[in-house]
């Protein structure tokens, strides 16, 4: 069993910038690590991931605003998020899985951008 503790999330005016942090209670290196969101009544999405070979995937919609990284030592995955918008609201997760294996999710952190 893993366990994945979200952190870091909160309401932010349009433009402005948070870090997620997820702490996990296993290594998070050479394994898919990363960050979905789900928006009220929308299907969750793929925001920023680390693969099991160690590059990143970014949605479209982030790229260049939004910067995945990890900090092996401390078992922790971060999304640094700028230039946020609306657009951005949603409840975000972590997700950690092996390439065949179960995926395993963490409880969720809420991002409200908003004026």
């Known amino acids: 069993q893993v366990q994945l503790v979200e952190s870091g999330g909160g309401l932010v005016q349009p433009g402005g910038s948070l870090r997620l942090s997820c702490a996990a209670s296993?290594?998070?290196?050479?394994?898919?690590v990363g960050w979905y969101r789900q928006a009220p009544g929308k299907e969750r999405e793929l925001v920023a991931v680390?693969?099991?070979?160690?590059?990143?995937n970014y949605a479209d919609s982030v790229r260049g605003r939004f910067t995945i990284s990890r900090n092996n030592a401390r078992d922790t995955v971060y999304l640094q998020m700028n230039s946020l918008k609306p657009e951005d609201t949603a409840v975000y997760y972590c997700?950690?899985?092996?390439?065949?294996?179960?995926?395993?999710w963490g409880q969720g952190t809420q991002v409200t951008v908003s004026s």
């Open positions: 997700n950690l899985h092996w390439d065949y294996g179960p995926h395993y």
């Open positions: 296993r290594s998070v290196f050479s394994i898919n």
């Open positions: 680390f693969t099991s070979d160690g590059s990143t």
